[in-house]
T-cell receptor, first 112, second 112 residues
Framework: DTGVSQDPRHKITKRGQNVTFRCDPI?????LYWYRQTLGQGPEFLTY????????KSRLLSDRFSAERPKGSFSTLEIQRTEQGDSAMYLC??????????FGPGTRLTVT | AQSVSQHNHHVILSEAASLELGCNYS??????LFWYVQYPGQHLQLLLK??????LVKGIKGFEAEFIKSKFSFNLRKPSVQWSDTAEYFC??????????FGGGTRLMVKP
């Protein structure tokens, strides 16, 4: 399967713990996006990479959130000192030259 | 900031009924428009897209959408729905920036 993959698919953590999610985009795509989706809502943009450069960050991305894409391939999203309000589905998407984005299955985070 | 509105949060139809889901956006400049679908237990999939040209675009599984620039709308239609169309449908807009802005989604249930 050559689609976008994300790991883990589910993560349960206790409040205050740090978590890290991984996204592997479609191999020829140089643009990578992170979104967050809560129940009953559409996905909301968090951050955007072109190759290894993080070019855009949403105001939703607080100081506790950090994302990296060190070699322009996979990306990681880390949340430090998790809060219950961080519980959501974290989606990764990638795209090539054409504007349409292709989404992965998401990582569902539950903070207890 | 861009905003996207989907007016119907829940729609229930019988098989063979016609479908129209509304989507309106706020940005007045050049946009790329998308409809994504999320079937139960699956990830977001691209249903159709509009970049330019013919405002009536056809997507997969018999879906089509019409871009009406004067109304800032991109409504999704299908002449005859099937039980397998039960899913959540998201309208998304890309303006001059890099990210997608999504509507809140419409849950469609098709009764057999």
């Amino acid at each position: 399967d050559t689609g976008v993959s994300q790991d883990p698919r589910h993560k349960i953590t206790k409040r205050g713990q740090n978590v890290t999610f991984r996204c592997d985009p479609i191999s020829e795509h140089n643009r990578l996006y992170w979104y967050r989706q809560t129940l009953g809502q559409g996905p909301e943009f968090l951050t955007y990479f072109q190759n290894e450069a993080q070019l855009e960050k949403s105001r939703l991305l607080s100081d506790r959130f950090s994302a990296e894409r060190p070699k322009g391939s996979f990306s990681t999203l880390e949340i430090q000192r998790t809060e219950q309000g961080d519980s959501a589905m974290y989606l990764c998407a990638s795209r090539g030259i054409s504007p349409e984005q292709y989404f992965g299955p998401g990582t569902r985070l539950t903070v207890t | 900031a861009q905003s996207v509105s989907q007016h119907n949060h829940h729609v229930i139809l019988s098989e063979a009924a016609s479908l129209e889901l509304g989507c309106n956006y706020s940005y007045g400049g050049t946009v790329n428009l998308f409809w994504y679908v999320q079937y139960p237990g699956q990830h977001l999939q691209l249903l159709l897209k509009y970049f330019s040209g013919d405002p009536l675009v056809k997507g997969i599984k018999g879906f089509e959408a019409e871009f009406i620039k004067s109304k800032f709308s991109f409504n999704l239609r299908k002449p005859s729905v099937q039980w397998s169309d039960t899913a959540e449908y998201f309208c998304a807009v890309k303006d001059a920036g890099n990210m997608l802005t999504f509507g809140g989604g419409t849950r469609l249930m098709v009764k057999p």
